[in-house]
């Protein structure tokens, strides 16, 4: 039988179960966590939660629901093989867009023709990501983020919720962009960076 591990029993691990049995594409789906406090009972009803030696073993299919990004990369490290995206139904993802393994894509977010995720990217609740955008490994779009067209985004870059970034910026490595920020122009160095026009904060 196909067994979905989610791998990752916090929040966005929830976000992702709920959006997993929505998807009704895996007749099994569990969870796990590097933290044994959170590998007894279940995630939601219906998805248990299980120690992580057992789990890898028995999944098909992984994906790693870790918020962190430096986290989620070495979990994928550790994992790679049997990566899989989930998307919630309530998703729209164009057949003319890329994603790459192990992707979240959540309720009600838009990607559009032509834009490509790398590795392990989080497109969360409401988030649209325009055409011809590019958005790198790790990378977190948060809730209701607006990228525009031919937006280049990063790895591991969190684009807080809320902000907007106009056409054809570009935006480097590891940069985290504030809550509601407006970027209006590339950040081209490590940061943090927020506000209206956005401005380097670190
Ligand atoms: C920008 C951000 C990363 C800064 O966090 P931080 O490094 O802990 O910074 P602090 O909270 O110490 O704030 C530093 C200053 O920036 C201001 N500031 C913080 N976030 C800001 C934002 N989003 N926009 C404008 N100003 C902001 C603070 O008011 C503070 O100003 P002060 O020095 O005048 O008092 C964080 O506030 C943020 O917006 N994170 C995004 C969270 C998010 O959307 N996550 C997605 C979850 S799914």
Known sequence: MTTLLIFGAGGHGRVVADAALLAAHWPRVVASDRDPARCAGELLAGVALVPPAEAVRAATAIHVAIGNAASREREVAALAGRLVSVSHPAATVSAYAQLGAGCFVAAQAVIAPYARLGISVIVNHGAVVDHDVTVGDFSH?????????????????????????????????????????????????????AGVPARRLK
């Open 141 to 193: 779009i948060a809730p209701l983020v607006a990228l525009a067209g031919g937006v280049q985004v990063g790895r591991r870059v969190l684009v807080g919720s809320g902000a907007s970034v106009l056409p054809g910026v570009r935006i480097a490595d590891d940069v985290v962009v504030g809550a509601g920020a407006v970027v209006a122009d590339h950040l081209s160095e490590p940061g943090v960076y």
